[in-house]
C-alpha cells in the first residue's frame, strides 16, 4: 500500500506539488493569522518555511536542488523552476499600469546599470579584503555579487578557476536568499510602497528569484514593476562583468 | 474561452524570451537580456489594445489571472528548491559579499527614488 501511494506521488510530480505547496501556503497563512495577527505577511512566512525546507532537504540529500531532491517531491522543483517562475512573472504584467512604468522608466533603466556596478564593486572589495588580489578572481566574485548567473558567466568568459566560481556562485545565492527574507522587514524603512521605487529595487537588486520572492512577500502589487527591471540586470551585468568591469579591476591592482 | 488568455499568455512569454535570447547574441553575452521583461511589456500592450474587436473577454482574462494568482504558490515552490546550503555553507567570504552587496542596493534605494521623482528635497 505505501508503495503504491508513493508511486502514485511519484508519478504524479506536479500534481504532488500543488498538494504540498497548497498545505504549506495554508499553514503559513494560518501561522500569519494567529501568531502574528497579520502582521508577518502569510506569502513572506510561505517563503522563509520553504528556504528552510530547502536547507534540511540539501542537507538531507546532499543535492543542490532543495526539497526537489526527494523524488516524492519532484514536482516542487518543476512548480517553481524557471519556466513557471517566468510564466507566472510575466502574468503579474496583466494588472499592471503602463504609465507607471513609463515615468520611472528612465531611472529604472539606470537603476541596473548602477545595481550591477554596485554589487560588482562591493564583491570585490570584499574579496580584496580576503586575500585575493588577481584581477580574475576578484572580477569572478564581484561579478557573483550581482547574480549567481553573471558570476559563473564572468568567471568562465575571464578563465577563472573552478574554486572560485563556485564561490561566486555562493555569493550570488546568498544574495537571493537574503532579498527574499530580508525584503518585506525593511520595506518600509526604505520606501519600498510603490511602483517607482519597487522598479528602483528590481534594478538594484538584479536577482530575478530574490526579487520575485521579496516582493511577493511584501506587496504583491509591486511584482510587475520590480520584476520588469531585475529581469534586464543579468544580461547587463554579463555583459559589464568581462569587459569593463573586469578592466577596470586590471587598472587599479 | 479560458485557452484564448493562456494562449496569448504564452505567446508572450515564448516571443519575449526569444527577443531576449536574440538580444543577447546580438550584444555578444551569453545569456538573455530582459526576455521576460519585453514579454511582459508584449503582455500589457496587447492585453490594452482598445479596439472592441480585440478585447479580451472575462472569460478570456480568467486564463491570464489564474497564472497571476499563482504567483506566490510558484515563488514558495521555487524557495523550497533553493540551493541554500550551498549559499551556507561555502564559507564567510561568499556571505559577507551577498550580504554587502544586498547592504548597499537597499542603502541605494531611498537615494535614486528620490532623484526620479525630481529632487524632492527633504523626505
Redesign the interface.
Known sequence: MPETLADVLRGNALIT??VF??I??WL?YLLSAKLTRGKLHG?AI???I??????V???LTGG?????DFSLLAG??V???AM?????????????D?DE?KK?G???A??IV??VV??FV??A???LA?GYTDPVSVST??A???TY??GP?TGT?LGAESGVI???????????????V?TPL?ASR???DNP??AM??GG??GT??GV??GL?ATD?KL??YG???A??Y???G??LGPSLLFLAVRAVL | MVIYGVAL??F??LA??FA?DL??DL???????????I???L???L??LTHQRYKLSPIT?SG??F??A???????????????????S?????????????V???????V??R???GGRAD?
Request: glycine share 16%.
Open positions: 506539488a500543488f505547496v497548497g504549506l501556503v503559513s506569502s510561505a517563503i522563509t520553504g528556504l528552510i525546507l530547502a536547507y532537504g540539501g542537507a543542490s536542488k532543495g526539497l526537489a516542487v522543483g512548480l517553481g523552476g513557471f517562475r517566468d510564466f507566472a512573472i510575466v502574468a503579474t504584467a496583466f494588472g499592471a503602463l512604468l520611472a528612465a531611472v529604472g539606470a537603476s548602477i545595481g554596485l554589487s562591493v564583491g572589495i570584499v574579496a580576503f566574485i564581484g557573483g555579487a550581482a548567473i553573471v558567466v568568459a563556485a564561490l561566486s556562485v555562493a555569493a550570488g545565492l546568498t544574495k537571493s536568499v537574503l532579498v527574499m530580508g525593511v526604505i520606501g519600498l517607482h521605487s528602483i529595487y538594484l537588486m530575478t528569484s520575485a520572492g511577493a504583491p511584482v510587475p520584476a520588469m527591471t529581469t534586464f543579468t544580461g547587463v554579463c555583459l | 499568455l504564452s508572450c512569454m519575449g524570451v531576449g538580444l543577447g550584444i555578444g553575452v551569453k545569456a538573455n537580456v530582459g526576455g521576460v521583461g514579454a511582459m511589456l503582455l500589457i500592450l492585453s490594452n482574462e491570464v489571472n497564472w497571476n499563482m504567483y506566490i504558490p510558484i515563488v514558495v515552490a521555487m524557495a523550497a528548491s533553493q540551493d541554500v546550503i550551498a549559499a551556507v561555502s564559507g564567510w567570504m561568499a556571505i559577507i559579499a551577498g550580504v554587502a552587496a544586498v548597499a542596493a537597499f542603502l541605494m534605494i531611498p535614486l527614488a532623484f526620479g521623482k523626505a
